[in-house]
């Protein structure tokens, strides 16, 4: 059997696993920078969402393991990047930096679904030119964080300010690594082939 053929057993899919991480990060999250109990039971409520849709995913790719974890990997990364956004859009809620780390956040996730090939050509050849994309993004979402860092430096910020800004950058490389998730593994296939224009399936 292939590689991207096993069959997956519900003991083996990870679900409890997932949810368990999801839920905990949701709960810890709404504590930053201080406890906020109403959006706490959003992201309970967010992580239990997921759930039906892992088994939904193992209903449909209990044969395709490849195929099946990849999706369950994709709800786990926008769930996280969701939780880790927060912190520092409660920070800012109600001033021009919070529009602005809002529309960085709509840039990038558009973006990334757009070049989402592109990305995983770079990581499965990480010395082509799609490599020198994810170097990059990367760069460019680093510098972002040191940038809004700097400019807030001397603003009034509670002390978990730091915090939030480490959560925003790995919510950005979250959301901007997730879309690959999505690709099928037979395209997959053809990017490692360097077949870039073939159809997807």
């Not at 979250?174 to 870039?196: S, T």
């Amino acid at each position: 059997m292939a590689a991207n053929q096993q069959i997956v057993s519900f003991k083996k899919s990870r679900i409890i696993q997932s949810y368990i991480l999801l839920a905990f990060f949701g709960f810890i999250i709404s504590f930053v920078p201080f406890e906020f109990w109403s959006l706490a039971l959003f992201n309970e409520i967010l992580a239990l969402l997921a759930v039906p849709l892992f088994f939904l995913f193992l209903r449909k790719n209990r044969h395709t393991s490849k195929r099946y974890f990849s999706l369950l990997s994709f709800v786990l990364m926008m769930e996280m990047a969701i939780f880790f956004v927060e912190p520092i859009l409660r920070i800012f809620y109600g001033s021009i930096l919070f529009w602005f780390e809002l529309l960085v956040l709509i840039f990038l996730g558009i973006l990334s679904y757009r070049i989402a090939e592109n990305t995983a050509q770079g990581f499965l050849k990480p010395g082509s030119k799609f490599g020198l994309i994810i170097y990059a993004v990367c760069g460019v979402i680093i510098g972002l964080g040191t940038i809004v860092y700097r400019v807030t430096l001397a603003a009034e910020i509670p002390d978990a300010f730091p915090i939030a800004i480490i959560l925003y950058i790995f919510s950005l490389m979250f959301l901007f690594i997730c879309p690959i998730m999505l690709i099928r593994p037979e395209r997959v296939e053809d990017l490692k082939k360097g077949r870039y224009t073939a159809s997807r399936k």
